[in-house]
């Protein structure tokens, strides 16, 4: 045990000791993991603490369903908008401060470990396209909700949140990487062009390096560029201070690989409002399907503005579109 614990963790490791409730204790193990200076020294004794704080919220919800032991939980989080990006990482992170940031959700946040326990989602807004964020529990060394991978999986991107507060942020990084990668799910900065085995899904991710504000983040940023440079994009930012979280919503939405197509009706002008969005390389077709199921059948051809063509220069149905094309579709 490290020699230089300060008294204020003395005393309620105490407490903790002669607690007699499980919520009692969870609420004493909180207290300790904030009171514990965060280094290298105390890095077995964060591990130890983050699993019983763990336990004892499992023990707790247990309790609750009565059933003695956790039930079995699983979540589906339905898609709003243009697409969804999942934010994954160690414990504490920021993952949910980075919600409430970029979104309008309101989760819960807090000084300790494993706060989130089901999906969380927001919307956020990036130009004039809304998608959403879905902000889950942690994936850590100590602990691993198995239904968290399945909404990796199926989301469009992920963002892998890390702590620039943290001495011990790449190893923190690297096991919730491994978590993942254990349920074939692989957080990739680029997608592979051959998929060799199918079962392993990629998903999309970009690292971002959160609490930007904190002492020595500056160095740890320097570290984290190193050990993962070569295979995520990173950005850094601070949930707390908004800092750089444009760039963020930016890197997210850029995940999505999408573009935006605005419509309008012949002799009108067009609706800037509220843009269509369809993959990168999509073309005329693909966005009469979008627009009405019935206009693939009927489509003849359709008049843009935009890239590559004259103003209103009439195309054919396999027209590939370009991001703020506007589009006469005419059947
Ligand atoms: N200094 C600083 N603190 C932050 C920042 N973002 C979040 N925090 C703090 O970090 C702690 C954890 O924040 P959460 O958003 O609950 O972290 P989380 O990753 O969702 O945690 P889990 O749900 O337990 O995995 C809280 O005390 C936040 O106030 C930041 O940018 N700077
Ligand atoms: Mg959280």
Redesign the pocket.
């Known amino acids: 045990m490290p020699a230089n614990l300060p008294p204020q963790y003395l005393k309620a490791e105490d407490a903790y000791r002669k607690s007699g409730s499980s919520a009692e204790r969870l609420e004493r193990l909180r207290e300790m993991f904030?009171l514990l200076p965060k280094h290298k020294g105390t890095e077995k004794l964060q591990s130890d603490l983050k699993q019983k704080i763990s336990r004892a919220r499992d023990e707790i919800e247990a309790g609750k369903t009565g059933s003695g032991k956790k039930a079995g939980v699983s979540y589906r989080v339905p898609r709003d908008g243009a697409g969804q990006v999942v934010?994954v990482?160690?414990?504490?992170?920021?993952?949910?401060?980075?919600?409430?940031?970029l979104t309008n959700a309101k989760?819960?946040?807090?000084?300790?470990?494993?706060?989130?326990?089901s999906p969380q989602p927001g919307m956020a807004t990036w130009k004039d396209v809304r998608f959403q964020i879905v902000?889950l529990?942690?994936a850590s060394a100590e602990f691993f909700e198995p239904w968290v991978s399945g909404i990796v999986r199926s989301a469009d991107a992920g963002l892998l949140?890390v702590?620039?507060?943290d001495d011990d942020l790449i190893d923190a990084a690297e096991s919730a990487i491994k978590r993942l990668a254990e349920s074939r799910t692989e957080l990739v900065g680029e997608l592979p062009c051959d998929v060799e085995d199918e079962v392993v899904q990629h998903v999309k991710t970009v690292m971002i390096a959160?609490?930007?504000?904190?002492d020595g983040a500056e160095v740890r940023l320097e570290m984290l560029r190193e050990w993962f440079g070569p295979r995520f994009p990173i950005i850094s930012?601070?949930?707390?201070?908004e800092?750089a979280l444009d760039d963020a919503k930016a890197a997210a939405y850029d995940l999505l690989g999408i573009i935006r197509i605005y419509t309008k009706l012949p002799g009108k002008p067009a609706d800037y409002s509220r843009p269509f969005t369809v993959p990168e390389g999509s073309t005329v077709l693909d966005l009469a399907r979008e627009v009405h199921r019935d206009l693939e059948q009927s489509l003849k051809f359709a008049k843009v503005w935009g890239t590559g063509v004259f103003e209103g220069q009439t195309v054919k149905r396999d027209h590939e579109l370009h991001d703020a094309d506007v589009v006469e579709l005419h059947a």
């Open positions: 904030v934010l990482g160690p414990p504490n992170s920021g993952k949910s401060s980075f919600l409430a940031a989760p819960e946040i807090a000084a300790y470990p494993f706060t989130t326990r902000d529990p942690p949140v702590d620039l507060s959160n609490k930007a504000d904190s930012v601070s949930s707390q201070n800092l």
